[in-house]
């Protein structure tokens, strides 16, 4: 298992594929626009003209792309993974996609002896840079057994959920708790400035006790400097929202707190803030 395939070099693939190489593996990659792995190729990384040749010289493919309508174009696609992947081999889609997508390349591989998993993640940029992300897997347990060394070099918490699908599920979990988080966040430090507070100190203050997340420590900083660069875009907070909610309408369940941080990012992608980080909820707040 020396040669990694990995589909999708964006602000948090390219960290990824980069720690996979300088950890010893032979890496090749492919993304729609060559430039944006550009400094994973600098690295010693190996460039594939297509996704089938990418697919042929790997043991292990990884998928980090932007929608549910990319995952299902790389994987079945006419050019896509299963038109190329050989029995025995390791797919990893770490996307955050919808969980019935992910059973179906999981029913997929079992009928082509491949073995498939879902393992979406979450930490963002700063954790695709510094290996620290949190990652929630479904698929086979013995495919994830013999897949945990390379989790271990992404992440520091890498935890098996169960069958196909669940990883996905689980990252849904994800962000139904930092939808609502975000919003408090915002709130906060607009109410710290108000009340003519030093919103750095409150932060000192606050992130440390009850209201601790990791939202307010990493992002909360960010939103103070007027920092909206993506960690995580909006365009693709709205499209977790999305999902999240319509799994929880399947299971006819209520998210209040879901769908107002849904429409909050919603207005915000059509003031044109989409390709911003989702600290920039803030903008909604500061005046």
Not at 2 to 21: E, K, N, P, Q, Y
Not at 53 to 76: A, C, N, Q, R, W
Not at 182 to 203: F, N, S
Request: glycine share 12%; hydrophobic share 40%; charged share 20%.
């Amino acid at each position: 298992m020396r040669t990694v395939g990995f589909i999708g070099t964006g602000v948090m693939g390219s960290s990824m594929a980069l720690r996979i190489l300088q950890s010893g593996y032979r890496v090749l990659v492919f993304t729609r626009t060559r430039s944006k792995a550009s400094s994973v190729l600098q690295a010693g990384a190996e460039w594939a003209n297509s996704i089938s040749e990418l697919v042929i010289h790997s043991d292990v493919v990884i998928t980090m792309v932007g929608f549910p309508k990319d995952v299902e174009e790389v994987y079945f696609g006419e050019n896509g993974i299963f038109q190329s992947a050989k029995p025995g081999m390791y797919l990893i889609d770490m996307t955050t996609s919808s969980p019935g997508l992910a059973d179906r390349i999981g029913r997929v591989a079992v009928e082509l002896n491949i073995h498939a998993l879902d393992a979406p993640v979450s930490g963002g940029d700063v954790g695709a840079r510094d290996g620290t992300l949190s990652i929630m897997v479904g698929g086979e347990e013995r495919a994830f057994t013999a897949m945990k060394p390379i989790f271990d070099i992404l992440g520091k918490n890498v935890v098996y959920h169960g069958p196909s699908g669940a990883g996905q599920h689980t990252k849904m979990c994800n962000q139904i708790a930092i939808a609502s988080n975000m919003i408090g966040v915002c709130e906060a430090i607009a109410y710290a400035k108000e009340a003519g507070l030093d919103p750095d100190r409150v932060l000192q203050s606050i992130s440390s006790g009850a209201a601790g997340s990791w939202s307010l420590t990493h992002l909360a900083p960010r939103m103070i400097q007027g920092d909206m660069k993506p960690g995580f875009y909006i365009k693709h907070f709205i499209k977790d929202m999305g999902i999240a909610l319509d799994e929880a309408k399947k299971m006819h369940m209520d998210t209040p707190g879901l769908e107002m941080a849904l429409n909050l990012y919603k207005h915000l992608s059509d003031l044109g803030y989409g390709e911003l980080g989702t600290q920039a909820l803030y903008n909604m707040y500061s005046k």
